[in-house]
């Protein structure tokens, strides 16, 4: 997480390559432990290059299958050791292949997600 600077009002923001290295270490973890998980990427600010201090980390997980409906899925995974707030999207196999008959903002999730994980 962000950490403040000494006595300074000023916090230290981790930057992109840290974020990187950070959710990949993740996705590795979380990929060994759940064989359900099919890919593990990123999209939005640290994806297109344009985070700044504040930004969170935009996630998207590709799952085999799942009971549980969207809205409720990325509760069960902890994003807590991750440098930065992420927020977590977790969609099964045929939803994420399904995402080209969407709208414009998921098309665009599709092509620039920047990919740190997938099943062999």
């Known amino acids: 997480m962000p950490v ?10 981790p930057d992109a390559r840290a974020v990187d290295h950070a959710v990949r270490r993740w996705a590795e973890r979380v990929a060994a432990a759940h ?10 600010s640290y994806a297109r290059g344009d985070w700044g201090p504040g930004s969170d980390l935009d996630i998207v997980m590709v799952v085999q299958s799942s009971e549980e409906v969207f809205a409720r899925r990325a509760a069960r995974w902890d994003t807590t050791e991750l440098p930065v ?19 414009r903002f998921y098309r665009e999730v599709a092509k620039k997600t920047v990919w740190v994980w997938s099943s062999p």
């Not at 403040?4 to 923001?13: E, G, I, Q, T």
């Open 85 to 103: 707030p992420a927020d977590l999207l977790v969609y099964t196999r045929e939803e994420w292949r399904n995402l080209d008959r969407a709208g």
């Open 4 to 13: 403040r600077a000494l006595n300074s009002p000023v916090l230290k923001w």
């Open 35 to 44: 064989p359900e998980v099919a890919a593990l990427g990123y999209f939005g």
